[in-house]
T-cell receptor, first 113, second 114 residues
Framework: NAGVTQTPKFQVLKTGQSMTLQCAQD?????MYWYRQDPGMGLRLIYY???????DKGEVPNGYNVSRLNKREFSLRLESAAPSQTSVYFC????????????FGPGTRLTVT | GENVEQHPSTLSVQEGDSAVIKCTYS??????FPWYKQELGKRPQLIID?????GEKKDQRIAVTLNKTAKHFSLHITETQPEDSAVYFC?????????????FGRGTQLTVWP
């Protein structure tokens, strides 16, 4: 099993450009999450999907949209990138009801200039 | 929502000494408390977790204790080694309306000096 995978690993965008970060898991997990990590701020939840077909906002959703394409895939879209969105983005997945442990992907380092 | 505070933000210890990292949480409905280790440039990795029906859990040199009444939990690393150097994150979450969300502390940078 590959676990949780993310593409791309690195990306540089200019202000105003758009892009989609991809995440996939092959563990048959029900729930998936997108976090951003900034120095000294820990991991902050952007959006999550408790199950296929549902999505909900986390702590810092402004400027982002998500799509739960199917049970395996959960994408994060930046419609008009801003320098404040420079961060490392992690996707995570969780098995489901009664199992709370989350497993993280390798991350995407995004720089917006 | 839940609020998790983590202390200290940095911790330096000599190889072989013990290290303790402490976290507090605010929501009494939280019942799951994981600890993650993140090495530089890597993903967070789950190293140990505890549920609220257990007071202490050990795995070799790592232990976690939970005090539900005081709403705090701690990570204890004994006989530290240089490879323990990393950022450690605590989190709280679990049942209730949070739908499995985890709320993370801001992290502790642990440095183990040889």
């Amino acid at each position: 099993n590959a676990g949780v995978t993310q593409t791309p690993k690195f990306q540089v965008l200019k202000t105003g450009q758009s892009m989609t970060l991809q995440c996939a898991q092959d563990m048959n997990h029900n729930s998936m999450y997108w976090y951003r990590q900034d120095p000294g701020m820990g991991l902050r939840l952007i959006y999550y999907s408790a199950s296929e077909g549902t999505t909900d906002k986390g702590e810092v959703p402004n400027g982002y949209n998500v799509s739960r394409l199917n049970k395996r895939e959960f994408s994060l879209r930046l419609e008009s990138a801003a320098p404040s969105q420079t961060s490392v983005y992690f996707c995570a997945s969780r098995p489901g009801t009664g199992a709370y442990e989350q497993y993280f992907g390798p991350g995407t380092r995004l720089t917006v200039t | 929502g839940e609020n998790v505070e983590q202390h200290p933000s940095t911790l330096s210890v000599q190889e072989g000494d013990s290290a303790v990292i402490k976290c507090t949480y605010s929501d009494s409905a939280s019942n799951y408390f994981p600890w993650y280790k993140q090495e530089l440039g890597k993903r967070p990795q789950l190293i140990i977790d505890i549920r609220s029906n257990v007071g202490e859990k050990k795995d070799q040199r790592i232990a976690v204790t939970l005090n539900k009444t005081a709403k705090h939990f701690s990570l204890h690393i004994t006989e530290t080694q240089p490879e323990d150097s990393a950022v450690y994150f605590c989190a709280a979450g679990g049942r209730g309306s949070t739908l499995g969300r985890l709320y993370f502390g801001r992290g502790t940078q642990l440095t183990v000096w040889p």
